[in-house]
């Protein structure tokens, strides 16, 4: 069974979501999309200032055989990218909750964390995709 | 390993093993008002006798006449060894193999081709091949819009001298996604882009192409055309003659900072003009944008042993693993062209191909001085070119082909309707094929048909 912080949002697409002390949101994928994805040879980083809407692909995280999007959760402005991964992708795979986050978002809204999943939600949906 | 079909047997014993008794039936799903009985216009299959007999008579209609016409394809003499070697039977094949483990001599020859695209080009990285020039074309446009993230624009705005062919595939292959594609009008005097109309293009494009050599065989001023776009904030897009990068200064140095993304036709590096075809396109781009390529990608890596070997690589962006969202519908490449062209390239050389190069830079020059040695013929421009120029003649062109042609001579490309600023202009041609007895040959015979009939009286 995957790790799943209990003090994190997550959405379905396996992404979590942490709210910072001042407003902002980091973001990154879960353990179990690290484990499902394999060893990451890339991500593909958004820009510092992109203002994707809800649902917009914003990064790519790219295993030997898979590829797959990461999606804005809400509507935001990126604030800050984690430009180590550019050489060393493999720490979303050895720490996705820590050093391998992705982007610090700026949410449009302060009401939009509230549709996210929490971790008991998340990990019911962990369960039922393994039923 | 073999790569041979599977008989009825093995057909028989995969449908028995998952219970389905036709492979009809695997595709009841498609539902029957979209299933096409017969191909309209397709006629029955022919035997290989009576295909063999219909090819000859067609290839016998383009005869054996001079040829002067350039204009995207071009008449090389090929060393007899390429083709020899092309087709071994280890090469030879309907289907270029990819798995590593079957096909390390085939992987090994389009990674020694990346090589020396990368090289010729001067970029980082270089695809296994595209269809053609045209198409190539295309795709290095939608890769543009991948990789310039931070335009919004879907314009594509083309150098006056980008082929208009090319233009045409972009627009019917990627038109569809949005893109736009709109010329920067040409300066007649001198054959050359306007440069100054870069600035007054309004929004800012997401790419401009460049041609180098033009398509009427003008040399742009590259350097210019590279950093003005780059200050708009477009991606650049080199459109190359390979030939021709043997003694020009290659994409990856034109500017302050290079083109972005270089793609062309690979005919003249060792495939003949076959009617038109097959062809291969090649592309190459500056690392950072590889992801974004299209095709087909070799590696050079090691095996468990350590040893040295080849293989598909960063196949993330194909269709197979990123499905939609692939870089391109094309994932295989044109092998057995571009096993063609290495094996040219090996044997010309560096050396070889500048020397291929300077010869039909030559051989041009002389024939413009002896067709404008005849009266109603002119430069149109007094521009440097590569190995084809625009002639401007005192009557429309077409006619004065139709003669020529009826006396053995391809007398050139008739650039009128693309280019209706240039008046009565014919786009000519020679490479290294052609000896001071072709030339003049062609000269006589033109001098012979103007002083026939009528030149157009001076308008206005």
């Not at chain 2, 300077?358 to 413009?368: P, Q």
């Not at chain 2, 109603?376 to 440097?384: E, K, L, N, S």
Request: with cysteine.
């Amino acid at each position: 069974m995957s790790e799943v912080p209990g003090d994190l949002k997550y959405t379905k697409d396996h992404e979590w979501i942490r709210l910072e002390d001042d407003g902002s949101v980091t973001l990154g994928i879960t353990d179990h999309a690290q484990e499902s994805l394999g060893d990451l040879v890339f991500v593909e980083l958004p820009e510092q200032g992109d203002s994707p809407g809800a649902g917009d692909g914003i990064a790519v995280v790219e295993s030997v055989k898979a590829a797959s999007d990461v999606y804005a959760p809400f509507e935001c402005t990126v604030e800050e990218i984690n430009g180590t991964l550019a050489d060393e992708p493999e720490k979303v795979n050895s720490d996705p909750y820590g050093g391998g986050w992705i982007a610090r978002l700026a949410p449009a809204s302060p009401a939009a964390l509230d549709d996210l999943l929490d971790a008991e939600a998340y990990e019911q949906l962990l369960a039922e995709a393994e039923d | 390993m073999p790569f041979i079909p599977h008989t009825e047997d093995d057909i028989r014993a995969m449908l028995d093993t998952i219970g389905v008794d036709s492979i009809g039936r695997l595709f009841e799903e498609i539902p029957a008002e979209l299933v096409i009985d017969d191909l309209p216009g397709v006629p029955d299959g022919l035997g290989e006798m009576e295909v063999a007999r219909l090819m000859h008579g067609r290839a016998a209609r383009d005869g054996s006449p001079l040829c002067f016409i350039g204009a995207g394809a071009y008449e090389h003499h090929i060393p007899a060894a390429v083709w020899e070697i092309t087709t071994r039977g280890e090469f030879y094949s309907a289907y270029t193999p990819y798995q590593a483990e079957a096909s390390q001599g085939t992987l090994q020859v389009i990674y020694e081709y990346q090589t020396m695209i990368a090289g010729l080009t001067g970029m980082d990285v270089s695809n296994a091949s595209l269809y053609d020039g045209a198409s190539a074309l295309a795709e290095a446009a939608l890769m543009a819009v991948r990789a310039n993230r931070k335009s919004r624009s879907r314009r594509v705005l083309l150098a006056a001298g980008v082929n208009p062919v090319y233009r045409k595939v972009a627009e019917a292959i990627a038109g569809t996604q949005g893109l736009e594609f709109d010329y920067l009008p040409l300066d007649p005097a001198t054959g050359l882009t306007r440069l100054e109309a870069l600035a007054e293009a309004g929004e800012a494009p997401v790419a401009v192409v460049i041609q180098q050599p033009s398509f009427l065989g003008t040399l742009e001023d590259m350097d210019a055309l590279t950093d003005r776009a780059r200050e708009l904030g477009s991606l650049v897009i080199a459109v190359v003659n390979p030939t021709s990068l043997a003694v020009l200064k290659p994409p990856g140095e034109w500017g302050e900072e290079g083109a972005d993304i270089v793609c062309g036709e690979g005919q003249p590096l060792g495939v003949p003009l076959s009617s038109g075809g097959p062809y291969f396109g090649f592309m190459a781009a500056r690392k950072k944008f590889v992801r974004q390529m299209p095709g087909r990608i070799v590696g050079r890596t090691v095996d468990l042993d350590g040893k040295p070997g080849f293989t598909l690589t960063l196949q993330a962006r194909e269709q197979h693993i990123r499905r939609s969202k692939a870089t391109s519908n094309i994932c295989t490449n044109q092998g057995l062209m571009v096993t063609a062209a290495t094996l040219y390239l090996s044997l010309l050389g560096e050396e070889g191909l500048a020397r291929v190069a300077t010869e039909c830079h030559d051989r041009t020059a002389a024939l413009c001085a002896a067709l404008t040695g005849v009266d109603g013929v002119r430069p149109a421009f007094d521009t440097p070119f590569f190995h084809e120029a625009v002639l401007r003649l005192d009557r429309p062109v077409a006619p004065v082909l139709a003669e020529l042609a009826a006396r053995g001579v391809l007398g050139g490309y008739d650039v009128s309707a693309d280019y209706p600023e240039l008046g009565d202009a014919l786009l000519v041609c020679a490479t290294e094929t052609k000896t001071e007895a072709d030339i003049r040959c062609y000269a006589e015979a033109m001098a012979e048909v103007l002083a026939t009939g009528q030149p157009r009286r001076a308008a206005g």
